[in-house]
């Protein structure tokens, strides 16, 4: 049996497409652009357990005398967890490799990076549930009901909840991830700055522009919970992510004339500072996302067109007669 009739993969190489699954995770995915990889080490099982040292604080007091105290300083131990177990595998029929192998491989790890996304995403969008309560704007029995006028203020106080938090110091810049209901919205907003009228100032990959000073992502994956969006904001500082793609491989079918090929990816997050997240909770009615946007410009459309009407010229005359 000739190498071609064993695989008609022959250009795949585990190692290789591996390590260029792993690159292409690592850019474009929304939340990837909000989360920090400082503890993430060698993943290679389920279960895995990635030890974070967070430095304990430290108190500045008033020298009175020439005797000094000492604090001692005890750091506070978090794991995390590499507890969540995707993977993909699909058969490729003989038949359809009729380009070049690389060309096909190519395609299929794509699709695979973007169905990573999806579950990824919604897996770090849900540590809205970390917040703290203080730093939530809107609440379970009354969410926030976002209109062109009202969206503005309401980003402000989510931007507030952070700063208040001491989340934000100088060179942290935050971030919001909204979806595209909401992005509705705030493109009528005039305070939005879009992306390219943030000047010289970095954005993050991915972003639309800026929103009372956080850069502004947009995720389909933010999708409605219960009539409600739980729209996410914080600092990089606030979760950590560890990620590997443990296994990639491709093997012969027994009982066909095609190739199995088969990926497992390893994650997990830990909030590790809380007060670097907030989070506004939306209503997500349909008629908010709908009508609100249109009515205001049906109004306008006829008193433009009457305006240039001679109705009030002829009162004009009348003046003198008087």
């Not at 585990?14 to 929304?30: G, I, T």
């Not at 996304?117 to 970390?130: A, F, M, N, R």
């Not at 810049?173 to 970095?202: C, G, H, M």
């Not at 409600?228 to 093997?251: H, M, P, R, W």
Request: some cysteine.
């Amino acid at each position: 049996m000739s190498e071609t009739a064993k695989s008609s993969y022959s250009a795949f190489i585990p190692q290789v497409w591996s390590k260029k699954l792993n690159q292409m995770l690592e850019k474009n995915c929304v939340m990837m652009q909000c989360v920090n990889k400082n503890w993430e080490g060698e993943i290679k099982n389920q279960g895995d357990t990635v030890k974070i040292i967070t430095p304990a604080a430290v108190t500045v007091s008033t020298l009175t005398s020439d005797n000094l105290s000492y604090s001692s300083l005890t750091p506070t131990s978090q794991d995390l967890v590499i507890d969540q177990k995707k993977f993909f595998a699909f058969k490729i029929d003989d038949a359809s490799a009729v380009q070049a192998n690389s060309d096909i491989m190519e395609a299929h790890l794509t699709n695979a990076k973007k169905a990573i996304e999806v579950v990824q995403d919604s897996y770090l969008l849900g540590l809205h549930t970390d917040v703290t309560e203080v730093n939530t704007v809107g609440s379970e029995t009354s969410p926030v009901t976002l209109d062109t006028k009202t969206i503005y203020s309401n980003f402000v106080k989510l931007a507030l909840a952070l700063k208040n938090s001491d989340a934000v110091y100088a060179g942290v810049r935050p971030w919001v991830v909204i979806n595209p209901d909401i992005e509705a919205y705030l493109l009528q907003s005039p305070e939005f700055i879009s992306a390219y009228k943030v000047a010289d100032e970095t954005l993050r990959e991915g972003a639309i522009g800026r929103i009372a000073g956080m850069d502004v992502l947009v995720s389909t994956n933010l999708t409605d919970v219960d009539g409600k969006y739980y729209v996410l904001a914080g600092t990089n500082d606030a979760i950590t992510f560890a990620s590997q793609l443990a296994k990639i491989e491709s093997l012969r079918d027994k009982d066909s004339f095609s190739d199995l090929v088969r990926g497992l990816y390893l994650y997990g997050a830990k909030t590790v500072q809380p007060k670097a997240l907030a989070k506004m909770i939306v209503s997500a009615s349909e008629e908010e996302v709908v009508t609100t946007p249109t009515t205001p410009t049906n109004p306008t459309t006829p008193t433009t067109s009457t305006e240039p009407t001679t109705t009030t010229e002829p009162t004009q005359p009348t003046e003198p007669t008087v």
